[in-house]
C-alpha cells in the first residue's frame, strides 16, 4: 500500500466512525493520527464503549 492508499484509507475509516459515533470531531479524529488503534482509544475515552463494542459497531459498517 503507498503512501496516497493509506491516506484514502484512513479517510474512509474516519468517516465511518463519524457515522458511528456522530459526536466525534475533528479534533478528536486528529488525536488519533492516522492510527487505528490510537482511533480506538479515542473513541474508548470519549463515549466509555470497549474495544469489542467499537470493532463491532465498525464491522457492521463494513470497515
Do not use: C, P
Not at 493509506?6 to 474512509?12: H, L, R, Y
Not at 470531531?25 to 473513541?43: F, Q, W
Amino acid at each position: 500500500m503507498n503512501k496516497d492508499q493509506a491516506k484514502g484509507t484512513w479517510e474512509q475509516i474516519k468517516g465511518r466512525a463519524k457515522k458511528a459515533w456522530g459526536e466525534l470531531t475533528d479534533d478528536d479524529l486528529k488525536k488519533a493520527e492516522g492510527s487505528v488503534d490510537k482511533l480506538y482509544g479515542v473513541i474508548q475515552e470519549k463515549f466509555g464503549d470497549t474495544k469489542e463494542a467499537i470493532l463491532a459497531k465498525l464491522d457492521k459498517l463494513h470497515l
